[in-house]
C-alpha cells in the first residue's frame, strides 16, 4: 500500500463537496416530476428553479438564460450542431450558410463536432495558437469574416490551463456579425466568469469539475438570441432540452456553484502558491524539464510538464504505484496515435507531448501533497530515464 | 486516465515486472553484446533496444538485456521477454511471437496488445544481428512487405498493426489504414488478412 493517496486529477474529475452530497441525497427523497402539477411535482419544480436561479447568479446571468443539459460536451454539441442547422424553416437559420471559426486547442466534443458538420458541408476554420497555448488575435482577426456565423473559443483549456481574452474575442466576434460561444468548463469555479461582462452569447460549464456530480451541464444563452432544441421530444428547459429532468443532478450542481461562489477566491490564492512550490521543486530536482502552458494567464491549480528522454504513461503509473493521480498527454494512455493535440498544438515536440504530465489540484490537496509528489517524482524520472533508450542526460 | 492501486486493469504479472522490470541494460558501453536490435521509434512514443549475449557452445541464449522508450505494457512485457528467452536456443527464440509474451503475462488489455510486439520485434533485430555477426545470414527471415491496396500504398504490415491497434472491422481497418477507399478491388484479400491477424494476435 502507498504511504499516502494524492488525487491530482482534479481536471478529469473532482470529488463530491460533501455539502453537495447532503443536499442530493435529500433530493433523492423527492421523486415528482417538475412538470407535473402535483404536490409532489411541484416540490421538485421549485427544487430544480432555486438550483438554476444559483447558476444564474454564479455567472450573473438571469435564470431564464440557463438550461440544464447532460453534461459539458453535451453542451457545446448542442451550440454549435443547433447554430449550423440547414433548415429554412429554423427559427435560429439567421447564420444558416456561414461558417464556424473555433481553435486547435479545444476539447474534443468540441473538435469533432466540428469535424462532423464540416463534413455536412458547414465552413470550419481552426484558428492557431502560440506557444503558451494563446489564440493568435491577428490570425483571428483575419479569420473572422462577414461569412462567420459563430466563434467558438474555450475559457481555459484543460490540458496546459491557459486562459484565453474571452472578452476581446467575443467583441471581435460581434463586430464582424458573428454569435460568440465559449466551452467554460474548466473555467467556471476555477476564475470568477461574468457573461454580461464579457459579453458571450453561449457559456457552457459543467457539474463533475467543480465539486458536483457527474451526469449535468448547464448552457447559459443570452436573452434574445435564437435558440432551438437539438434533443427533442418535450416541452422541459423552455423547449430547449427534451427529457424529464435530473432533478438530483440539478440540485447538485446548484449547491455546487453555491459553494465555488464562497470557496474560490482563497483557493485559488493557495493552489497558485503550491504551483509556484511544485514548478521551483521540479526545476531544482530533475533536469531537462519543460513546463506547458502560459506563464500567468492560467489556472492557478493545472501544471503541465513534459520530462526529456521518458513516456508519460509510464510516469504515470510509477506515480500511482505511488498513491498519486496524475494525468498524461501520451498517446499510449489514451489509446490513440498521437499525443496531445493541445501540446502539438503549441509547438511542443512530439517526444516531449509524449512525455508530458497534467498536475492538476483542488480543495482538499494539502500542502503535505504537493511536498509527497516533489518527494516521489525525482527518483521515478530518474529511475524511467535510467532504462529509456532516449534521454542522452544533457545536463547529468 | 488513472487507476487506484486495488484496481489495475492489468495482470498482477504485468504490475510485477513494470515495478521491478528485470534485466534493464543499465550501462550500454559496459554490456559486451553479440548482438544488438532496436526498434520502434520516438515519435510514435516507443523505441525499444534488446541486447543478447550468446553461449556459443549450445547457441542459447546466455543473456538478454533491454531499454525502452516506452509505456508500462512495453516494459512489463519486454521485462519479462528477456527472462523466458535466457537459456533457450537461438532459433527457438527467433520464433517467439507476441501471444507468446502476452500468455507468459496472463494478459494485456486489448489495446496495449501491440506495445509487447516491441520487445519480440527488437529480439528478432537483435538476434538478425547475431546471425549477420556470426556469418548465418541465411538464417535471416526477409520480411518483405507486400502491397495490398495499390491505390492507397497500403502493406499486408500496416493491416497487420492496425489490428494490432485495434482494428477489428474492414470499415475500422479503413479507418486507420485508408485502403481500399479509392477502386476497392483490394476489399475480398484485405478482408482475408484482416481475419487472419485478429486471429493470430487474438486467438
Known sequence: MPEREVYFDHNATTPLHPEVKAVMAEAMECYGNPSSLHASGRRSRAMVEQARERVARFINASPEEIIFVGSGSEANNTVLSVLSCPSGHCTCGVKRGRGILTTRIEHPCILETSKCLSDRGVPVTFCAVDSFGKVSMKELEEAVTDKTGLVSVMMANNEIGTIQDIKTIAKLAHEKGALFHTDAVQAVGKIPVDVKDLDVDFLSLSGHKIYGPKGIGALYIKKGVAFCSLIRGGHQEQGRRAGTENTIGIVGLGKAVEMRAAEMAEETVRLGKWKEVLRAGIEKDIPDVRFNGHPHDCLANTLNVSFEGVEGEAILLYLDLEGIAVSTGSACASGSLDPSHVLLATGVPVEDAHGSIRVSMGRDNTEGDVQYLLKKLPAIIQRVRGMSTAYAGRSK | ?203
Open chain 2, 1 to 203: 486516465m488513472s487507476m487506484s492501486s486495488g484496481d489495475w486493469a492489468y495482470t498482477d504479472i504485468v504490475r510485477d515486472h513494470f515495478a521491478n522490470p528485470r534485466n534493464v541494460l543499465e550501462d550500454e558501453n559496459a554490456f559486451e553484446h553479440d548482438g544488438k536490435g532496436i526498434t520502434g521509434n520516438l515519435k510514435c512514443g516507443d523505441q525499444m533496444m534488446v541486447v543478447i549475449k550468446v553461449n556459443k557452445d549450445d547457441q542459447t541464449i546466455a543473456d538478454c538485456r533491454w531499454k525502452t522508450y516506452g509505456c508500462a505494457s512495453a516494459i512489463a512485457s519486454t521485462s519479462i521477454l528477456s527472462e523466458m528467452v535466457k537459456g533457450m536456443p537461438v532459433d527457438k527464440a527467433y520464433e517467439i511471437t507476441p501471444q507468446d509474451i502476452t500468455n507468459e503475462l496472463g494478459s494485456l488489455p486489448e489495446h496495449k496488445i501491440h506495445c509487447s510486439v516491441l520487445g519480440d520485434k527488437a529480439l528478432r533485430a537483435a538476434i538478425d544481428d547475431y546471425y549477420e555477426r556470426g556469418g548465418m545470414s541465411n538464417k535471416i527471415r526477409k520480411d518483405e512487405a507486400k502491397t495490398i491496396c495499390q491505390c492507397m500504398n497500403v502493406t499486408d504490415h500496416e493491416i497487420e498493426h492496425a489490428v494490432l491497434e485495434g482494428a477489428r472491422t474492414y470499415y475500422e481497418l479503413q479507418e486507420h489504414t485508408k485502403l481500399g477507399t479509392v477502386c476497392g478491388q483490394c476489399e475480398g484479400a484485405a478482408r482475408e488478412l484482416l481475419q487472419e491477424y485478429i486471429k493470430k494476435h487474438f486467438g
